[in-house]
């Protein structure tokens, strides 16, 4: 039910009575979501807006101000929105100001009941805080698959994040459904392959080939390159920035072709174009678009690495 994911969300964001709770839609998030987390937040005795924008066009893509501003005054954010507002400048402000933000970019019914939603997020931050230590200090990560994914990241001096979905502290964000550790790199060669899914394309029945150079994309192959190279060129050069290297770490959530909960699957790796200013990079874009690589086989410093999810 429906229910669980929403008692979920006050959960791990710890909402309390009197606390200033927005919750931040637009014209096509369900309304049984946003109505939902409107009720939970009222009857916890909470100051609650809800606010309906128009959908942006795109991941990434900055809001309306007044919403910006409203974000900014709020204790708590909660955005099941069509796109993700993770990494807009609206976000960072946000945080900023105190306030602890969930981003539910593209949640539906169905997510809420069922799947990452419904993982033991204390366990999944244990996981995380545990790899997060191992992961620390490394200079170099390589990922390969059977599909043809090589490619090396350079992460000296860069710093890793977790989103475990647990958000107690003024300025803390995360997604739910939750569960990766993920790194802004400093610079990435080689060659990826997505077979699992793609932001904008959801799960992919034929596989994205992108070669990288410099931590740049200089060429995209595939079923839909050609519709992705419009996309990236509609922003510019820096679209095709290498963003992030994401972990999955969320054992309850599945490739369902919604990159929200796509991203969170325990032993995939994930790798997105565009911005990442929300959380240390350099770039700053107006979009962020995920891929989900099936299967991979790291190593780390050169050594190979195992990822373990038994209890």
Known sequence: MISQGVNKVMECYGVKSAEKVL????????????????????????????????????????????????????????????????????KINACKAGARVASMPGITEKMMAQGGMTAEYNKINELAIELNKKFEDTKKIKVITDSGTDITFDLEGCKWHMDTGMCLEPGCSSNLPAGELYIAPKDASGVFVVDGSMSGFGLLDSPLEFTVNNRYVTDIRGKNARKLNVILDKVGIKAR???????????????????????????????????????????????????????????VDGERFILSFDD
């Not at 009857?43 to 409203?70: D, S």
């Not at 054992?251 to 909960?261: C, D, F, Y």
């Open 241 to 299: 920035n290498i963003a992030e290297f994401g972990i999955g770490i969320n054992p309850e959530a599945k490739l369902i072709g919604n990159v929200l909960e796509d991203e969170k699957v325990a032993g995939t790796v994930h790798i997105a174009l565009g911005d990442n200013s929300t959380f240390g990079g350099d770039v700053i874009a107006g979009i962020h678009l995920d891929g989900i690589i099936k299967e991979p086989e790291l190593f």
């Open 23 to 90: 919750i931040v839609a637009d014209t096509l998030t369900p309304a049984s979501i946003s109505k939902s987390l409107f009720e939970a937040a009222k009857n916890l005795g909470c100051e609650v807006i809800l606010l309906t924008m128009l959908p942006r066009t795109r991941h990434g893509e900055e809001i309306p101000l007044p919403v910006a501003e409203a974000m900014k005054n709020s204790d708590v954010v909660i955005a099941p929105t069509t796109f993700s507002l993770t990494h807009t400048q609206a």
